[in-house]
């Protein structure tokens, strides 16, 4: 679910639309392809179907699959400036574009010392001069102040080939919110020539490891999805566990240490307050927000297991989900709210089961070789991430919700917690590399990303060893 997040400096957008092309001493024509906009592409199955300014010609438009193989050769010139701070944020703007969309793997940003020329003539590109360099993508703008700490970013998408415009948009924010703009351009591009929904304009919260080995310091961070603006939301004086995004409030809930009793908190990231969730007896752990952001599935523990409840935020009433007598934990909803996936050993061994959002029809779905575990509901609806253990071996998969189609996308010593990206495209997780002693245990820990195919696979540098990520929503 989209959001504005109230913590940060509101932004404004307005359509632009495409310019109109000077031709001869005829004057003012409207090209017959630069003039007009690419229509909105129609999704189908995930994939864009072009709709193609004219018919046959080729396009920057292309579908996920082959964008896989044959990454988009984009140019993102630095967007023009008028001097002083304009021309920095212009310059800036562009490296996050080029950044995010390397990154994704699904698009070639082209070497700006290829460049031919100048990046338009007034609003209009010089199209030759992109194509020459093998280009089917353009980026163009201009940074203007606006006065008073306010900047105006006027970007423009094109397809090169057939001279269109496919999108123009110009954001009026503060001057130090740029780096967000550049976050929602790049979530444009990523739509605009996919089809998908992106997911750069997004954070990251995680678990920040730090001191030596055996009196580990594990606070509460957050950052970007790209590793920027990173800070610590607490001081490392009560341990903090697995932390999960609200799908509409910028609030968080996670597993604390406070006072030497482990229980569920939601920590407020507007002013840092942090507030017990519900009064249970025994430990309470592996939060979840419902999709609609009303309620908390949480696991609790006691003699015999655990036990799943839900805990309405309202009124703080709770109902139990599951009574089996075995440990039920790491409960997540399906994004329509109506079902729950979670792991437990009431057949003997650590597996995962589907059950509906009241606990009724409880259904083991991981058939596998090992054992499973941290189940994740893709926001498509159409996989469930998990981790599986393998002997000494752990690995990162996917399975679809009736436990069908299981594939592993990487495997390692030890890797842990996936977490969907807001689009359903994108894993992250945490690889913990072996330290010395008997166990292997104490080396360093680090947040990596993948495709759901199993390609692109990045490790994200943190100021610190980092662990259980949990990907925000979209935050405009």
């Known amino acids: 679910m989209n ?29 017959s392809a630069a003039a007009l906009a690419v229509p909105l592409l129609g999704v189908r199955g995930g994939f864009a179907q072009q709709q193609a300014a004219a ?4 396009s920057a438009v292309i579908d996920v699959d082959r964008a896989r193989t044959e990454p988009i050769p984009v140019a993102i010139p630095p ?19 080029t950044n995010n969309l390397s990154h994704s793997g699904l698009f070639r940003p082209i070497d700006p010392a290829g460049f031919i020329g100048a990046a338009a003539q007034g609003d209009v590109p010089n199209f030759a001069n992109w194509k020459a360099i093998g280009a089917q993508a353009l980026v163009t703008g201009k940074v203007d102040s606006e006065g008073a700490d306010k900047v105006r970013v006027e970007f423009r998408l094109w397809d090169v080939l057939p001279q269109a415009q496919i999108q123009g948009t110009a954001y009026t924010t503060t001057l130090s919110n740029w780096r967000r703009i550049a976050h929602i351009i790049s979530d444009v591009i990523y739509e605009r020539l996919l089809g998908e929904k992106g997911y750069f304009d997004t954070r990251i919260v995680y678990i920040a490891d730090s001191g030596p080995r055996g009196r580990r310091i594990r606070r509460l961070a957050i950052m970007d999805q790209d590793g920027e603006n990173n800070r610590f939301l607490t001081d490392g004086s009560s341990m903090a566990l697995t932390p999960r995004f609200h799908p509409t409030k910028d609030e968080i809930a996670f ?23 519900g009064d249970f007896r025994g430990i309470t752990l592996s939060p979840r927000f419902s999709p609609d952001g009303s309620s908390v599935v949480i696991s609790e523990t006691n003699d015999s297991g655990a036990s799943i409840f839900s805990v309405e935020l309202a009124s703080h009433r709770f109902r139990r989900l599951t009574d089996s007598g075995a440990i039920d934990v790491s409960p997540c909803y399906s994004p329509d709210g109506n079902q729950i996936v979670f792991n437990s050993d009431r057949d003997g061994d650590q597996q995962l089961y589907v059950m509906a959002a009241d606990g009724s029809g409880v259904k083991r779905i991981s058939f596998g070789h090992g054992r499973y575990a941290t189940p994740v509901w893709s926001p498509r609806g159409d996989l469930v991430a998990f981790t599986r253990i393998s002997g000494d071996t752990f690995a990162i998969g996917v399975m679809h919700p009736d436990g069908t189609g299981e594939r592993i996308l990487s495997e390692s010593w030890y890797v ?16 913990q590399t072996p330290g010395g002693g008997k166990t292997g245990r104490g080396g360093s820990s680090r947040l990596v990303s993948i495709d759901i195919t199993g390609f692109n696979e990045r490790e994200m540098t943190t100021p610190t060893d980092a662990s259980d990520p949990a990907w925000s929503p979209l935050l405009s």
């Open 255 to 277: 597993m604390s240490y406070a006072n030497d009793r482990p229980r569920v908190y939601l920590f407020d990231l507007g002013s840092g307050r942090q507030q017990l969730l």
């Open 3 to 31: 959001r504005q997040d109230d913590t940060m400096p509101p932004i404004t957008a307005r359509e632009l639309p495409p310019p109109v092309i000077r031709i001869g001493r005829r004057g003012l024509v409207a090209g």
């Open 55 to 58: 018919p046959g010609a080729p």
């Open 416 to 431: 842990e917690g996936p977490t969907f990206a807001p689009n359903g495209r994108v894993l992250m997780f945490f690889r």
């Open 79 to 97: 967007l023009a400036g008028a001097g002083g701070d304009s021309d920095r944020i212009g310059r800036d703007i562009a490296s996050v574009i």
